[in-house]
């Protein structure tokens, strides 16, 4: 792929606002979320960093513009390729099992690898300056629902392009990376939704988790458990991109589609919320919920369910409670297609291509079945690739229902709607808003947003 041209590169900055809208829920992160002040320049690269070791990684650890580095090293072959690589990991220093498979993949390619690790918002903004600029990294690994904003604005290389085989990866998890029929990387890994379940709760209201199946028996397990004395269901419905991400199981397990916020089958799932507000099921909270404090309501203890990602197991694990994980049902049984989370391994077009093929070879290395299993263990995802999967789940039963919801998952901006996500996401968390705190109905609050999608276009 040819670099674009200065008036392309200069629009680039229009980019910003759509690319900061969708990259803030279901990444590695422990907390679901992230959140920075972006930073006004591309980072700039030490002596340090530019040294002639085989996979000498620097680690730049700071968040909000603030970077720290570290630098480890090992004698390279002389002449060997020197790659930048930018990922949203500043929780792994040098010491973890992450900067240790870069390493090795930098061996493997037979060169030097220099890291900086960003917060996520701010990985995003340093990429697009630095595409800006002409300084971008030569492999970037960036949150899924960015890849569309990226390759939209000329700064990706297609795997096509760069003769990167696809064919073992999930299709739906894949799908997040490409835009108009072009794939552009390819997956980490991915989380995604489900129903954390309190079999303690369920048990003393006479409630058959076997039973919830549908809409309909989730509902009716509800109003069990609060007959019961107890509380129903907390998840996040707050006015950003996470109240979005948790709707949408919801809005595409009732056959919406997102070009079309005011379909029936769209306010049905409106409404099926707002009911549990209003029946007591669900309490008000969630309406300031984050993914973060909805998980800490569901830690209590006290509730049935609790809508939450993987990125929570190891916080069920300690919290004490019998607990169990069902896929989120969709409104006629089944189970309902959840956002995926997780990042793309990407190559930026380059104006001097010549280190393509390395880079092509790097992102294979960490795709690689053996690799991905370390990797996908360590940022608690669920592997792209079928085959991984199987072991994850041999390694690890608890995970078994997390591969299912992943089977079913999609991309925020899947169905080719790419840069057009978040003008749809901004209005449709303001429609949840305006349903859940009562000042219009599902059916007006939704039809409203539509309007405001249909605008933005």
Not at 38 to 50: H, L, W
Not at 184 to 211: E, F, M, Q, R
Not at 274 to 286: C, H, I, M, Q
Not at 299 to 307: I, K, L, M, N, S
Request: with cysteine; charged share 15%; glycine share 8%.
């Amino acid at each position: 792929m040819t670099r674009s041209s200065p008036a392309r590169r200069t629009g680039l900055t229009a980019f910003f606002a759509v690319a900061l809208a969708g990259s803030v829920v279901g990444c590695s992160s422990s907390t679901g979320s992230t959140t920075s002040t972006p930073t006004t320049s591309a980072p700039t690269t030490s002596a340090a960093e530019t040294s002639t070791a085989a996979a000498a990684t620097t680690s730049d650890t700071g968040t909000s513009g603030s970077e720290q580095s570290s630098v480890s090293s090992a004698a390279a072959p002389a002449g060997g390729v020197k790659l930048t690589v930018w990922d949203p990991y500043p929780q792994f220093d040098n010491s973890s099992d992450w900067v240790k498979l870069l390493n090795e993949c930098g061996t493997t390619v037979g060169g030097t690898v220099t890291r900086s690790a960003f917060d996520t918002t701010d990985l995003t903004t340093k990429t697009l300056l630095a595409a800006q600029q002409g300084s971008a990294p030569n492999v970037l690994i960036i949150d899924n629902p960015v890849v569309s904003t990226l390759a939209d604005a000329g700064v990706l290389n297609t795997t096509e392009d760069l003769g990167l085989d696809t064919s073992a990866f999930q299709a739906n998890i894949l799908a997040a990376g490409q835009l108009n029929g072009k794939t552009y990387g390819v997956p980490i890994g991915a989380n995604t939704l489900a129903l954390y379940y309190n079999k303690t709760v369920l048990k003393d209201a006479g409630v058959d988790v076997a039973s919830v199946k549908d809409w309909d028996s989730v509902t009716a397990a509800l109003a069990k458990v609060k007959a019961a004395g107890k509380k129903g269901i907390t998840f996040s419905a707050i006015g950003t991109e996470e109240g979005s991400f948790q709707f949408l199981p919801w809005f595409w397990g009732s056959g919406a589609d997102l070009t079309k916020l005011d379909s029936a089958e769209g306010v049905s799932a409106l409404q099926l919320w707002s009911d549990w507000l209003k029946n007591g099921y669900a309490p008000n909270s969630v309406i300031q919920n984050t993914q973060t404090t909805s998980w800490q309501e569901f830690a209590t203890g006290e509730y049935a369910f609790g809508e939450n990602g993987t990125w929570q197991l190891s916080n069920a694990k300690e919290s004490g409670i019998d607990y169990g994980v069902l896929p989120i049902p969709a409104a006629k049984g089944g189970n309902a297609p959840a956002p995926t989370g997780g990042e793309f391994v990407t190559v930026p077009v380059q104006q001097d291509t010549s280190t393509n093929a390395a880079s092509t070879k790097f992102v294979s290395c960490l795709s690689d079945p053996a690799n991905a299993l370390k990797t996908d263990t360590t940022l608690s995802y669920v592997s792209a690739l079928e085959s991984v999967q199987q072991q994850q789940v041999a390694d690890n039963p608890d995970l078994k229902p997390w591969v299912e919801a992943v089977h079913s998952a999609k991309g925020r901006t899947s169905d080719n709607l790419g840069t057009k996500y978040p003008k749809i996401s901004e209005p449709m968390w303001e429609a949840i808003q305006a349903a859940l705190s009562g000042s219009k109905s599902p059916a007006d609050a939704m039809k409203d947003a539509q309007t405001a999608a249909a605008a933005a276009e």
